[in-house]
């Protein structure tokens, strides 16, 4: 069964001691992060709970690094040009040079935008972001997705405009199983492709959240897509052909 520490100040050790010791992270606590583990305290989340998510937390981590790894391959830049945002921060601080972003997919380009906009602790102590930074001389970012929906494009260039965007390859509309203009359907099945996913979904319990769920059975933003990547699935990707749930038996399985 699990438990909580039996005492707050026990508890908030703990969870500060774990989050030190997880891999990835800067090994400094800040003021905010003692808060949080407070929080967590109130909120009766049990210790086990929390560590297994740092713990996700990191792995998710490293399989982006392994994606950039991936992409050395191929490229040939040197391993240890492979910096996490923390470190990429404190070397521009000292030297500017340019930087680059490289990733599997951008879905709905949320996840780039909060990296360049967070407030990041350098190995120098102080916190600053790339955005905050995008305007010294010498500075230049690229983000290089191999996929990119033109949802993710058009955020991306509007909320980070000094950042050049190079994706291999952008998804338009014509790519999503929901869209009018799909791509997907047949013409003599288009008129009722949408009716069939929303009765099937239904059926085996998928949600209608209007997209604002990554199980919302037009998948997350209601972005509709039919594609899956070496690692893992997207969220925008129809949630039917992830679903595990009500004896349904999935076509790919999520990671």
């Given at each position: 069964m699990d438990k909580l520490p039996s005492g707050r100040e026990d508890y908030v050790r703990k969870v500060l001691e774990a989050y030190r010791n997880t891999p990835g992270t800067t090994g400094h606590l800040r003021r905010p992060d003692r808060l949080l583990a407070g929080e967590l305290y109130q909120r009766c989340i049990p210790l086990n709970k929390v560590e297994n998510a740092l713990v996700l937390a990191a792995v998710r981590r490293m399989i982006r690094y392994a994606f950039a790894r991936i992409a050395r391959q191929h490229v040939g830049f040197p391993e240890d040009q492979i910096v996490s945002a923390a470190d990429a921060l404190s070397i521009l601080t000292a030297v500017p040079r340019p930087v680059i972003f490289v990733d599997d997919f951008a879905g709905t380009g949320n996840q780039f935008v909060n990296t360049w906009?967070?407030?990041?602790?350098?190995?120098?102590?102080?916190?600053?972001?790339?955005?905050?930074?995008a305007g010294i001389r010498g500075m230049k970012f690229f983000y290089c997705p191999v996929l990119c929906t033109q949802k993710a494009f058009d955020e991306i260039n509007l909320m980070c405009p000094t950042v050049i965007l190079q994706p291999?390859?952008?998804?338009?509309?014509?790519?999503?199983?929901?869209?009018?203009?799909?791509?997907i359907w047949p013409s003599h099945l288009k008129p009722t492709a949408l009716d069939f996913l929303?009765?099937?979904s239904s059926r085996a319990g998928i949600p209608d959240t209007d997209g604002a769920s990554p199980d919302d059975w037009?998948?997350?933003?209601?972005?509709?897509?039919?594609?899956a990547?070496?690692?893992?699935?997207?969220?925008?990707?129809?949630?039917m052909l992830r679903w595990n749930k009500n004896s349904w038996s999935p076509l790919m399985v999520k990671a």
């Open positions: 906009e967070r407030l990041i602790r350098a190995a120098t102590g102080a916190e600053t972001s790339f955005s905050a930074i291999a390859h952008v998804l338009t509309d014509r790519y999503s199983a929901v869209s009018p203009n799909s791509a929303r009765t099937a037009q998948g997350y933003e209601k972005q509709g897509l039919v594609l990547l070496h690692e893992t699935i997207p969220d925008s990707t129809l949630c």
